[in-house]
T-cell receptor, first 113, second 116 residues
């Protein structure tokens, strides 16, 4: 079985500062990895995904994440936070051959002016 | 644009009544759809996996007679909350998967259910 750990239920940054949201996973085989964003009272929107190939993946809104197999991590970063980035962020994994994702518990990103 | 449409976005109902929530994939055929319940502390709980033309697979602890799921076509799945109680009040989200296992899920915008 796979699991996902998102360290920190809340992350607070100042506008313009670096954003770092952590995600570690546990899996018997290299999984597919995803980051989703959720704005209030909305569903989840895909930010980026890693399946195979280049381990540094770029997503929408200036976000990127790097798959580090040795660290079983897939941390999400953005060089400069905007107020509009304030939202909930979910990391998810899917084992190859399965449609069913496992989600982390989410991290709330708070951006201060 | 949205590829999964969920309706209604908000619904208020009285205890004892039933509520139906629809989830439609707009531009692809979804052989598999998922229903989630999101609790106030954000965690997403998978309720069931819905496969077109067959019975849904419910997660442990989810009452299948209370949360009826129907996936009658490749573009539509419905969740009916039967005999709703205030504790059923929650945010329900559907998602759909294309036929490739490495494809991300596409989510509906959720339904806020309030049972009075």
């Amino acid at each position: 079985a796979q699991s996902v750990t998102q360290l920190g239920s809340h992350v607070s940054v100042s506008e313009g500062a670096l954003v770092l949201l952590r995600c570690n996973y546990s899996s018997s085989v290299p999984p597919y990895l995803f980051w989703y964003v959720q704005y209030p009272n909305q569903g989840l929107q895909l930010l980026l995904k890693y399946t195979t190939g280049a381990t540094l993946v770029k997503g929408i809104n200036g976000f990127e994440a790097e798959f580090k197999k040795s660290e079983t991590s897939f941390h999400l970063t953005k060089p400069s936070a905007h107020m509009s980035d304030a939202a909930e962020y979910f990391c998810a994994v899917i084992l190859p051959g399965s449609y069913i994702p496992t989600f982390g518990r989410g991290t709330s990103l708070i951006v201060h002016p | 644009g949205a590829v999964v449409s969920q309706h209604p976005s908000r619904v208020i109902c009285k205890s004892g009544t039933s509520v139906k929530i629809e989830c439609r994939s707009l531009d692809f055929q979804a052989t598999t759809m998922f229903w989630y319940r999101q609790f106030p502390k954000k965690s997403l709980m998978l309720m069931a996996t819905s496969n077109e033309g067959s019975k849904a697979t419910y997660e442990q602890g989810v009452e299948k007679d209370k949360f009826l799921i129907n996936h009658a076509s490749l573009t539509l799945s419905t969740l009916t909350v039967t005999s709703a109680h205030p504790e059923d009040s929650s945010f329900y989200i559907c998602s759909a998967a294309r036929d490739r296992v490495d494809s991300p899920l596409h989510f509906g915008n959720g339904t806020r259910l309030t049972v009075t």
